[in-house]
T-cell receptor, first 112, second 112 residues
Framework: DTGVSQDPRHKITKRGQNVTFRCDPI?????LYWYRQTLGQGPEFLTY????????KSRLLSDRFSAERPKGSFSTLEIQRTEQGDSAMYLC??????????FGSGTRLTVV | DAKTTQPPSMDCAEGRAANLPCNHS???????VYWYRQIHSQGPQYIIH?????ETNEMASLIITEDRKSSTLILPHATLRDTAVYYC?????????????WGAGTKLIIKP
């Protein structure tokens, strides 16, 4: 499978716990994006990597959120001290050229 | 805010052409029109994009008006598997800001 992989597909956590999601992009893509999507809304941009450099972060990305992309390969998104408002679908996308995004299937987070 | 306006929902009979409109009256000269769709519980899927000429691929056709203020995505022979939320997005591919700004999209329901 040469698509974008995200793990886990679903995560249920208690409020206050930390969670980490992983994204494996298409291997030849140097651009990687994280988006968040709540029910009935389009995806909202969180952050963007070009290779290992994090070039842009949204205001939505509070201090509790951190993303990494070591060695420009896979990426992780960590949420510390989760809150109920963090419940959403977290989408990862990669691109080898501007505009040509390939999305993963997402990680659905439920904070109880 | 999203730069596009789409109807919130549409129905189409299976086997007929589905025509999804999008208004983008403030589009700039270097901005492309992109279409994605999102089937329930999956990540968005790229469909097609164009600048000013009409475009066609194996999935759909994109018709852009001469003034570029609106466009129509055409699924020529809709099937039940085309039921999804369809997003119209405008952006300049060479923007240093690579994020996509998504609206709420059009929920297309294909009926047997």
């Amino acid at each position: 499978d040469t698509g974008v992989s995200q793990d886990p597909r679903h995560k249920i956590t208690k409020r206050g716990q930390n969670v980490t999601f992983r994204c494996d992009p298409i291997s030849e893509h140097n651009r990687l994006y994280w988006y968040r999507q709540t029910l009935g809304q389009g995806p909202e941009f969180l952050t963007y990597f070009q290779n290992e450099a994090q070039l842009e972060k949204s205001r939505l990305l509070s201090d509790r959120f951190s993303a990494e992309r070591p060695k420009g390969s896979f990426s992780t998104l960590e949420i510390q001290r989760t809150e109920q408002g963090d419940s959403a679908m977290y989408l990862c996308a990669s691109s080898g050229r501007p505009g040509g995004y390939t999305f993963g299937s997402g990680t659905r987070l439920t904070v109880v | 805010d999203a730069k596009t306006t789409q109807p919130p929902s549409m129905d189409c009979a299976e086997g007929r052409a589905a025509n999804l409109p999008c208004n983008h009256s403030t589009i700039s000269g270097n901005e492309y029109v992109y279409w994605y769709r999102q089937i329930h519980s999956q990540g968005p899927q790229y469909i097609i994009h164009g600048l000013k000429n009409n475009e066609t691929n194996e999935m759909a056709s994109l018709i852009i008006t001469e003034d570029r203020k609106s466009s129509t995505l055409i699924l020529p022979h809709a099937t039940l598997r085309d039921t999804a939320v369809y997003y119209c997005i405008v952006r300049a591919p060479m923007d240093s800001n690579y994020q996509l700004i998504w609206g709420a999209g059009t929920k297309l329901i294909i009926k047997p």
